[in-house]
T-cell receptor, first 110, second 113 residues
Framework: AQTVTQSQPEMSVQEAETVTLSCTYD???????LFWYKQPPSRQMILVIR??????QNATENRFSVNFQKAAKSFSLKISDSQLGDAAMYFC???????FGTGTSLTVIP | DAGITQSPRYKITETGRQVTLMCHQT?????MFWYRQDLGHGLRLIYY???????DKGEVPDGYVVSRSKTENFPLTLESATRSQTSVYFC????????????FGSGTRLTVV
């Protein structure tokens, strides 16, 4: 199986602060997509952000951005101005592999 | 817009019984997947299908059977349920092009007693 590693099982952040969730992966392909998914307590899986590996520019969606280091096979998620609604499990996934990381549980402290 | 529907949402069954979890998608996505979610293990791939009548094993296929006679349906059967199969099961689909990511169902919480 391909390897997707999320080394932080749990993270916490103060409301309005910034937090970064890490993800590393392994692939032999050069052109692929990477995804971050959010799973709130409702259990629904929600796509947060997508990165195209052949693009140098890091993807941004409102308060969510990525730090994509292709050579290092690293794909971290930065959440700025954290809100209570950001509390959830977060999963990263290289789109060409069908595998997900083990997830990071994010707590937002009021 | 249902997208992808899983049923049932909750299921309790006894050890040794056969149980089938249903998954139906309305997107005509080529790929469909079954994952199980357990604390500390994240989402683990059970089986996937690239098209009707094409299925392949994932990381944890033992004890499970799938079929895909129609593009829109991808049922997962536990042939003889065991307590270790107590989990939350997610069905997902994806177009042929990976750029669109996965669409997930709402999940089935299965308890084997």
């Amino acid at each position: 199986a391909q390897t997707v590693t999320q080394s932080q099982p749990e993270m916490s952040v103060q409301e309005a602060e910034t937090v970064t969730l890490s993800c590393t992966y392994d692939t032999s392909e050069s052109d692929y997509y990477l995804f971050w998914y959010k799973q709130p307590p409702s259990r629904q899986m929600i796509l947060v952000i997508r990165q195209e590996a052949y693009k140098q520019q890091n993807a941004t969606e409102n308060r969510f951005s990525v730090n994509f280091q292709k050579a290092a096979k690293s794909f971290s998620l930065k959440i700025s101005d954290s809100q209570l609604g950001d509390a959830a499990m977060y999963f990263c996934a290289p789109g060409n592999q069908f595998y997900f990381g083990t997830g990071t549980s994010l707590t937002v402290i009021p | 817009d249902a997208g992808i529907t899983q049923s049932p949402r909750y299921k309790i069954t006894e050890t040794g019984r056969q149980v089938t979890l249903m998954c139906h998608q309305t997107w005509s996505h080529s790929y469909m997947f079954w994952y199980r979610q357990d604390l500390g293990h994240g989402l683990r791939l059970i089986y996937y299908s690239a098209a009707a009548d094409i299925t392949d094993k994932g990381e944890v296929p033992d004890g499970y059977v799938v079929s895909r006679s129609k593009t829109e349906n991808f049922p997962l059967t536990l042939e003889s349920a065991t307590r270790s199969q107590t989990s939350v099961y997610f069905c997902a689909s994806r177009p042929d092009r990976a750029r669109y990511g996965y669409t997930f169902g709402s999940g089935t919480r299965l308890t084997v007693v």
